[in-house]
């Protein structure tokens, strides 16, 4: 099966030395990639700026934008079957400043004119493949996911709570729950997150047989 991961977080330039952001580090979409490469996947790991080793077998793409990362992930499912697969693990900036500025901002003029448009949804734009996204909330994660699956066209929602302990940004853990769009729920443990990727990986083959 073909594999296209999102992971890690974007910049949204403000000017050349200044972006929003947000503190994903790719883990759980590094976990993925490795997990599905192991399995004998063909994987395409669409990243953003983010201090982790590709892992092996897997074909790496650095982006930078959420924009950078539709156009990468689009570009890497051209000739897409039905069949390939879509995880949208990254932290996508919602947002971006309505234009970058050429050169640094002085302080004094920016105080009230940081003017933010919405960014692209990678996971809602992308049609004709199977989606599986992520749902991280701050709070009980499930009746957001549900809602999401459904609205984005996702297969499965992987939620989690990242204001719980060992969970979220950074962690080397999770506790996730498999979100389906008839509102079904697999709640997991707390697990590392190679494990969770594994759990993804095979839930995404037993899909295909269905
Ligand atoms: O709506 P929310 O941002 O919580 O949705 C999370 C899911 O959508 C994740 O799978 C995330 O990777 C994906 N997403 C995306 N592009 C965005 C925002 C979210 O692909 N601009």
Do not use: Q
Not at 2 to 22: K, M, Q, W
Not at 90 to 99: K, M, S, Y
């Amino acid at each position: 099966m073909r594999f296209v991961v999102t992971a890690g977080p974007t910049r949204e330039y403000i000017d050349p030395v200044r972006f929003l952001s947000n503190p994903s580090t790719g883990k759980m979409g590094f976990a993925i990639a490795r997990e599905a490469a192991r399995r004998g996947h063909d994987v395409v790991l669409v990243a953003g700026p983010v201090s982790l080793k590709t892992p092996s077998g897997v074909r790496r793409v650095d982006v930078s934008s959420a924009r950078e990362m539709l156009a990468a992930v689009e570009s890497a499912l051209a000739d897409a079957k039905p069949s390939d697969v879509l995880v949208a693990s990254a932290a996508v900036a919602d947002w971006r400043p309505a234009g970058c500025a050429k050169s640094k901002l002085k302080k004094r003029k920016m105080d009230g004119v940081l003017r933010l448009v919405r960014n692209p949804d990678i996971l809602r734009t992308v049609k004709g493949v199977r989606k599986v996204g992520f749902a991280a909330e701050t709070g009980d994660a499930i009746p957001e996911a549900a809602r999401k699956c459904r609205a984005k066209g996702a297969e499965m929602i992987v939620a989690n709570d990242v204001a719980e302990k060992g969970c979220g940004f950074g962690t080397d853990t999770n506790r996730v729950a498999f979100v389906r769009p008839d509102g079904s729920v697999e709640r997991l443990p707390l697990m590392a997150k190679s494990a969770v990727a594994r759990r993804i990986v095979r839930a995404v083959e037993r899909g295909a047989k269905i």
